[in-house]
């Protein structure tokens, strides 16, 4: 079953600006990804942030953890109408390491 | 690298009818793959996992008669959609896991995702 949520379920920003999305989760875990989706393609992988990591970076990409909250966060930086896709963050299931699962998605749309 | 790829992009079929989908890793070698499907603005759920050489793992509430996953080698995993009916009318995703990043331990978790496959069934 799904263990992430994501808020929020949409986002509408001008190009230029930053863009914040977040994912909450249920149980303990290991890592925590981020992929991204384009309407209608499959998933890129983004960044995987570790349980003993706080925050990481990738270019204009910046993942926080707190694991005390459940909950990560998702920065994009100076956004481009190129960034508008949906983000979805992964966790591993519960008791299998290889399988993830993914969080409801937050459709974000960069306004040239 | 690490291209996954799947065919056909997208299949429409009538009720009854059966229809295969592929799902091939080009440049790496994959033990492991995904099925997941995705309904219209919703997010992916896993349906089975797809193990080279064994049976797939399938999900709780996923029909393994009707979703009939074969891994025959380590490049290639079908996924064969029996007697479609409408209600399966879908958007089907793979992923696979990279065996060689597996084995030197550097593994991220990470998946490799192919394009999709869109099913409409009539």
């Known amino acids: 079953s799904q263990q992430g949520e994501e808020d929020p379920q949409a986002l509408s920003i001008q190009e230029g600006e930053n863009a914040t999305m977040n994912c909450s989760y249920k149980?303990?875990?290991?890592?925590l990804q981020w992929y991204r989706q384009n309407s209608g393609r499959g998933l890129v992988h983004l960044i995987l942030i570790r349980s003993n990591e706080r925050e990481k970076h990738s270019g204009r990409l910046r993942v926080t953890l707190d694991t005390s909250k459940k909950s990560s966060s998702l920065l994009i930086t100076a956004s481009r109408a190129a960034d508008t896709a949906s983000y979805f963050c992964?966790?591993?299931?519960?008791?299998?390491?290889?399988?993830?699962?993914f969080g409801t998605g937050t459709k974000l749309q960069v306004i040239p | 690298g690490a291209v996954v790829s799947q065919h056909p992009s997208w299949v429409i079929c009538k009720s009854g009818t059966s229809v295969k989908i592929e799902c091939r890793s080009l440049d790496f070698q994959a033990t492991t793959m995904f099925w997941y499907r995705q309904f219209p603005k919703q997010s992916l759920m896993l349906m089975a996992t797809?193990?080279?050489?064994?049976?797939?793992?399938?999900e709780q509430g996923v029909e393994k008669d009707k979703f009939l996953i074969n891994h025959a080698s380590l490049t290639l995993s079908t996924l064969t959609v029996t007697s479609a009916h409408p209600e399966d009318s879908s958007f089907y995703i793979c992923?696979?896991?990279?065996?060689?990043?597996?084995?030197?331990?550097?593994?991220?978790?990470?998946?490799?995702f192919g394009p999709g496959t869109r099913l409409t069934v009539t």
């Open positions: 797809s193990n080279e050489g064994s049976k797939a793992t399938y």
């Open positions: 149980t303990s875990i290991n890592n």
């Open positions: 992964a966790t591993p299931f519960v008791g299998g390491y290889q399988k993830v699962t």
């Open positions: 992923s696979a896991r990279d065996l060689n990043r597996d084995l030197a331990g550097e593994s991220s978790y990470e998946q490799y």
